[in-house]
């Protein structure tokens, strides 16, 4: 298992508010954290290898988180995900857990249940593109 001093929990939101306060939460848990306000930003940075778990919205404007799963998938990067979302759709959870999420949280959610969702991604195993983890 990863040390959380290791570990690079990369937000993509379009929400300001969130990408404001969820890395002051998670740094506060000893976490590296780094926040993008749009998949693309996220896929274009050099982050997105280093990435340990990728809290990652459902909907946003342009390229959608499930978008985002499957450009990562196509990539060879099996980054484990946690999905938030504000939809109220109670039967998108199992449908994004089904293709492989760690956890679909919906807003609000509390503190408790990001850094169990958090945890688990992190118990899960990380293979970047050369399968090194």
């Given at each position: 298992m990863m040390n959380i001093s290791q570990a690079l929990v990369s937000i993509v939101d379009d929400d300001e508010s969130v990408r404001e306060s969820l890395p002051d939460l998670l740094r506060q848990c000893g976490f590296a954290t780094?926040?993008?306000s749009s998949a693309e930003e996220f896929l274009g940075s050099d982050?997105?290898?280093?990435?340990?778990?990728?809290?990652?919205?459902?909907?946003?404007?342009?390229?959608?988180g499930p978008e985002v799963q499957q450009e990562l998938t196509r990539l060879r990067q099996t980054i484990p995900i946690v999905f938030i979302t504000a939809s109220g759709d109670r039967n998108l959870r199992p449908r994004?857990?089904?293709?492989?999420?760690?956890?679909?949280?919906?807003?609000?959610?509390?503190?408790?249940?990001?850094?169990?969702?958090?945890?688990?991604?992190?118990?899960?195993?990380?293979?970047?593109?050369?399968?090194?983890?």
């Open positions: 780094e926040a993008f982050l997105v290898s280093e990435t340990s778990c990728l809290l990652l919205d459902v909907a946003m404007p342009g390229m959608s994004l857990l089904a293709r492989g999420a760690v956890e679909c949280l919906f807003k609000p959610f509390s503190e408790a249940a990001l850094l169990e969702a958090v945890g688990a991604a992190l118990r899960r195993p990380h293979f970047g593109p050369e399968g090194a983890t």
